[in-house]
């Protein structure tokens, strides 16, 4: 049904860019007071989170709004950004000026700005959004922005947002200067029947209806709101297709049809270089950094050992991993990962864990390297019991390596004559 037919002046429930009409439910409210309470406190981080449809950055743009124009703000999807990009991205919107090629350059850059507006009192604030979607290194960018101080004070206001509860993360050993920050939280609820009824007609007044209940009766509204689960974004998306879908007016249920759930975009991090033929007896791994396909390694051992030390199967030459930092398991029926306390801790595709099951096309990452699993017989991932990962496991792994290297040691050199 074209817009014009149902007298709207534009489409009310458009979900690219800013809504045409604010309407703030309970729960929206009670994180704009919870974010502002954080920004009395220059200690204090913010730790705000919801799923991506729960209106979390209407909230924040409502903040953003209201804040003195002489507090700098910088508001930065942090999703994927490589450690430059990052520092990049926040210096452009605390201070639009000269662009540097370096790392330390930007630090430098950095560091000057947060320091001078900090004797003027007037402590930026840095809103990082998609946190559970940061790259490990990243992620360590972030803690050493959190402990930045002068004279006692930090540098840095921060609010960081995630689409899920990023206790973990927050708590992991590598981001000890953020835990070591006044830490509070806020997670973001649906709307209730009666808020997405305020809030569907609020938005059809302002687009121009002078009636809602002719376009969306109450029966409708209440089927809108089951298969919204009560979040603003699904609901906008949903009364949105409605529309288009309907020839006439009003809106009936069998208009109403759910979108099908996103799935978490795989990181962009390890292609390999050639594509391997994906016969159901593959089964590798490709060690990438940067893109790059370093290694290429067959799984062809029950135990695949993952660290810096040379003893380690998957042997990584760098300081944001662990000597002894991951443990690959293959059972009867599954491929487990285990992180063996690593200091930056393991990630499987993006998301930090202490143990998975493993399925084909997974990408795991360990410091600032990536590792591919190809091995189309998991191609989904089982649920099976958990396998006997235990410390007595992984320390039998260790000794067979470090047998290996000894008997590798005693071997004569090549020309010389062994003891008989």
Known sequence: MDIAQTGLQHQPFHTDGDPVFFVPYRSQLAAYHFLQMILKDERGIGLFYGPDSAGKTCVVRELR?????DIPVAVVDAARLKTLD?????????????????????????????????????????I????????????????KLAELQMEGRYLLRMILISNKAPFAIVHSPSM??????????????????????????????????DDPNQLFPADVLNELHAASGGWPGKLDELAMQAIERAEEWPIAREHLTAPAEETEPEPPILTPVSEPVEHPGIQKLF???????????????????????????????????????????????????LDLNSTNGTFVNSERIQSKVLRHDDVISVGNHGIKLICPA????PVV??????????????????KSAA??????????????
């Open 65 to 69: 709004r209201d804040m003195p124009a």
């Open 86 to 126: 990052l520092l990049r991205a926040i210096m452009t919107q605390f201070d639009p000026g000269p662009s540097f090629a370096s790392i330390d350059d930007h630090w430098y850059a950095l560091r000057i700005f947060l320091a001078e507006k900090a004797r003027t009192e007037r402590t930026p604030l840095l």
């Open 128 to 143: 990082l959004e998609n946190i559970n979607r940061m790259y490990p290194s990243s992620l360590y960018t972030l803690s």
């Open 176 to 209: 000890s200067a953020v835990a070591k920050r006044s830490i509070s939280a806020f997670e973001m609820g649906p709307m209730t029947a009666k808020e997405a009824s305020t809030y569907v007609y609020a938005k059809l007044r302002a687009s121009g209806c």
């Open 287 to 337: 060690l990438t950094f940067n893109r790059k396909t370093l290694q290429e390694i067959n799984l062809t051992e029950p135990k695949v050992l993952i660290g810096r030390s040379e003893l380690c199967d998957v042997a990584i030459e760098s300081r944001f991993v662990s000597k002894h930092h991951a443990l690959l398991v293959r059972t009867d029926d599954a491929l487990h990962l």
């Open 378 to 381: 998991y191609r989904t991932r």
């Open 385 to 402: 019991e958990e396998a006997d990962l235990t410390e007595t496991s992984v320390m039998q792994t260790l000794a067979d390596r470090r």
């Open 407 to 420: 008997d590798a040691n005693e071997k004569p050199a090549h020309g010389e004559a062994s003891e008989g």
